[in-house]
């Protein structure tokens, strides 16, 4: 079986588990990690599970990096980022916005990712150098080029520390100046939604590798860029932006949060 092949079907696999136990979801097997803001549900445990032994039998001498179980590191050449459920507070209240996202990633770049929502049954795959699908049809980034028409996604992950007063100037810069901007809660599904063409871009900061780590050789193999705040490559640490690539610099302009005077 072909990594890709892997790939899709785990990501199948993982996100039918986590459809059947959002149905069976109850206050009980909903839990605080760090702070109240933010949760873990028993099935994010469940998916990951699955799909960690999943790759430990399949490549073993890989690398995991799992958003519930940490890292296991080897030091090799290749390392899994897999976030069992992107958007555990959406899926803990019922939406359909979260999905399973699982990266391979080489030498610390991303190669290979699959971002699959179960409840929207939508899968994006993307290897490098062969494109991006949904559902097995290529697609790309949307061409649309005027920063006024653009509907960007974005989230308040970092928020989870308290209060970050840049990630809100950031969000009052960029909201009169667009179309629209959408958060559902899931960072892995709206860098999916980035390289479909239904948004033209994203950002966020305070993200983890294993939520964006699939969502950027999506956006990329679409014809799309991620960079960090700065137009760097240090993301997510620096934070994260993705977008269509037209209005790339023009939506890194409005990352800053300096104030004049
Ligand atoms: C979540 C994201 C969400 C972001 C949160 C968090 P989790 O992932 O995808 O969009 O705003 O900070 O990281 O914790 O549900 O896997």
Same mark, same amino acid.
């Given at each position: 079986? @072909? *990594?890709?092949?892997?790939?899709?079907?785990?990501? &199948?696999?993982?996100?039918? !588990? $986590?459809? #059947?136990?959002? /149905?069976?979801?109850?206050?009980?097997?909903?839990?605080?990690?760090?702070?109240?803001?933010?949760?873990?549900?028993?099935?994010?445990?469940?998916?990951?599970?699955?799909?960690?032994?999943?790759?430990?039998?399949?490549?073993?001498?890989?690398?995991?990096?799992?958003?519930?179980?940490?890292?296991?590191?080897?030091?090799?050449?290749?390392?899994?980022?897999?976030?069992?459920?992107?958007?555990?507070?959406?899926?803990?209240?019922?939406?359909?916005?979260?999905?399973?996202?699982?990266?391979?990633?080489?030498?610390?770049? @991303? *190669?290979?990712?699959?971002?699959?929502?179960?409840? &929207?049954?939508?899968?994006? !795959? $993307?290897? #490098?150098?062969? /494109?991006?699908?949904?559902?097995?049809?290529?697609?790309?980034?949307?061409?649309?080029?005027?920063?006024?028409?653009?509907?960007?996604?974005?989230?308040?992950?970092?928020?989870?520390?308290?209060?970050?007063?840049?990630?809100?100037?950031?969000?009052?810069?960029?909201?009169?100046?667009?179309?629209?901007?959408?958060?559902?809660?899931?960072?892995?599904?709206?860098?999916?939604?980035?390289?479909?063409?239904?948004?033209?871009?994203?950002?966020?900061?305070?993200?983890?590798?294993?939520?964006?780590?699939?969502?950027?050789?999506? *956006?990329?193999?679409?014809?799309?860029?991620?960079?960090?705040?700065?137009?760097?490559?240090?993301?997510?640490?620096? /934070?994260?932006?993705?977008?269509?690539?037209?209005?790339?610099?023009?939506?890194?302009?409005?990352?800053?949060?300096?104030?004049?005077?």
């Amino acid at each position: 079986m @072909s *990594v890709m092949d892997f790939m899709r079907e785990t990501a &199948l696999e993982a996100g039918a !588990l $986590a459809l #059947r136990e959002q /149905g069976r979801l109850e206050p009980g097997r909903i839990h605080s990690k760090a702070s109240v803001k933010d949760v873990v549900t028993d099935a994010d445990l469940m998916v990951e599970k699955l799909v960690v032994e999943g790759i430990r039998d399949r490549f073993p001498e890989h690398d995991i990096l799992g958003e519930e179980t940490g890292a296991s590191r080897k030091g090799g050449e290749y390392c899994w980022a897999v976030d069992p459920i992107d958007g555990t507070a959406s899926y803990a209240r019922g939406t359909p916005f979260f999905s399973v996202s699982i990266a391979l990633m080489r030498n610390g770049e @991303s *190669v290979a990712g699959a971002v699959f929502a179960p409840r &929207l049954d939508e899968l994006f !795959l $993307a290897e #490098r150098g062969a /494109g991006a699908f949904l559902n097995g049809k290529k697609v790309s980034v949307s061409t649309r080029d005027d920063l006024r028409l653009a509907m960007l996604g974005t989230g308040f992950g970092s928020f989870r520390g308290g209060d970050d007063d840049d990630c809100l100037r950031r969000f009052a810069r960029v909201v009169p100046e667009v179309s629209e901007v959408r958060r559902c809660g899931s960072a892995a599904l709206e860098l999916a939604y980035v390289a479909c063409g239904r948004y033209e871009g994203f950002w966020e900061t305070g993200l983890k590798l294993y939520d964006v780590a699939a969502g950027v050789v999506l *956006v990329t193999e679409a014809g799309g860029r991620v960079s960090d705040l700065l137009g760097g490559g240090d993301f997510p640490a620096k /934070g994260t932006v993705a977008s269509n690539g037209l209005l790339h610099d023009r939506l890194l302009e409005r990352m800053t949060t300096e104030r004049p005077g």
